[in-house]
């Protein structure tokens, strides 16, 4: 299963930061989204991060937020694993780095590293999340800028550390401010969105490199991966338990007993990583509503009537809370032509 909960210190960085580019954020959205930040490992759930996300992108009104957004994102801004990729010997070491913890980083999406034909090729996957493609194009757009200046750091300032650059995404108007920023030829509408190094870059030495800054940092990495990982499992549990059956609305304290413990108990556990009971029903229920709307053969009644709502108005309403505005028939029409058929 995909993560479901992230820290919120993505989020927060945003925030502090974004004045620093001309682009301050506007109190109405926090008011919106109340979070906690004082709480710095405090985790953020995936569908309240979505709504988040869709809800900024609408207010920016900027085609190139993606990109803008990166500058907020050096390596020293993740932490430990940050210092670990500096640290690392070379690029290559630093980019399996990126492989292995990729749950310590901002990104929503799975980083894949692999060697082929004698370039590396970094590939982001939004591995299960059913984005709607103006999500997809902005975390495409953060995730592959981000990691390019995360490339750049350890080559000591070197501008062409990428030698290609592809987007799942069409252009939208802006090849050419693409390839500024990438300093690279760039391909959109791509199979997968990807950023390639050459052989040369990656045996290019990490001018920061420290063999036992790097051991330490590694560990670090690793015990707040499992941290993460053990946090997460509770959450894990009970959306399993949720997904057993769709269409019944479970409260915690059936879930409770299914996973022998008290309702309390369980309350208290999930706050501990940073979600409750009803974000994490709201998620499963969004999943099943979108997994079920890629069936063209249903209707939106027929979908509603298989979550639970006896009314569609009312799963229209639900829904467009969900996804932060965009009602079932839209989010229908966003599908890829074929999908679901």
């Known amino acids: ?17 974004m004045p620093t580019l ?48 990166s500058a907020l994102f050096p390596l020293q801004a993740y932490g430990m694993f940050g210092y670990a990729m500096m640290a690392a ?19 929503l999406q799975a980083l894949h590293f692999m060697e082929r034909d004698g370039v590396g090729i970094l590939q ?23 990691s390019a200046i995360g490339a750049r750091g350890t080559a000591m300032g070197d501008l062409h550390t990428a030698v290609n650059v592809t987007f799942e995404h069409g252009d939208r108007g802006h090849a050419r401010a693409y390839e500024d920023f990438f300093r690279c030829p760039v391909e ?6 990807s950023v390639t190094f050459s052989a040369q870059q990656l045996d290019r030495p990490n001018p920061y490199r420290n063999s036992a800054a790097f051991e330490i940092c590694v560990r670090e990495c690793e015990r707040q991966l499992s ?14 338990e949720l997904f ?5 609305l479970q409260d915690i304290e059936s879930i409770a007993r299914q996973l022998g413990t008290s309702a309390r108990t369980l309350r208290r556990r999930l706050e501990e990583t940073g979600t409750n009971f009803t974000e994490l ?22 979908v509603a009537t298989m979550l639970g709502y006896s009314e569609a108005g009312n799963f229209t309403t639900a829904f467009k809370r969900w996804s932060g505005g965009i009602s079932p028939r839209a989010y229908r029409r966003s599908l890829p032509a074929g999908a679901g058929a």
């Open 1 to 17: 299963m995909y993560a479901t909960d992230h820290h919120i210190n993505g989020i927060r960085i945003a925030r502090e930061l």
């Open 22 to 69: 001309g682009m301050p954020i506007p109190d109405s959205l926090w008011r919106e989204f109340p979070l906690d930040f004082g709480r710095e490992n405090a985790a953020f759930s995936m569908h309240r991060q979505l709504q988040f996300y869709r809800r900024l992108i609408e207010i920016m009104d900027d085609p190139l937020l993606g990109l803008r957004m």
């Open 89 to 107: 010997p070379d690029i290559r070491t630093s980019l399996r780095l990126a492989d292995r913890f990729d749950r310590l980083t901002y990104t």
């Open 124 to 146: 982001f996957t939004a591995t299960g999340l059913n984005l709607d493609p103006v999500l997809k194009a902005y975390f495409a757009d953060r995730d592959l800028a981000s």
């Open 188 to 193: 959109f509408n791509a199979a997968s969105n």
């Open 227 to 240: 941290e993460l990982t053990d946090n997460q499992d509770i959450a894990g549990r009970v959306r399993d």
């Open 244 to 248: 057993q059956r769709p269409g019944y």
């Open 281 to 302: 029903q709201q998620d499963v229920r969004f999943q099943q509503a979108r997994e079920q709307l890629r069936n063209r053969k249903l209707s939106i009644a027929e």
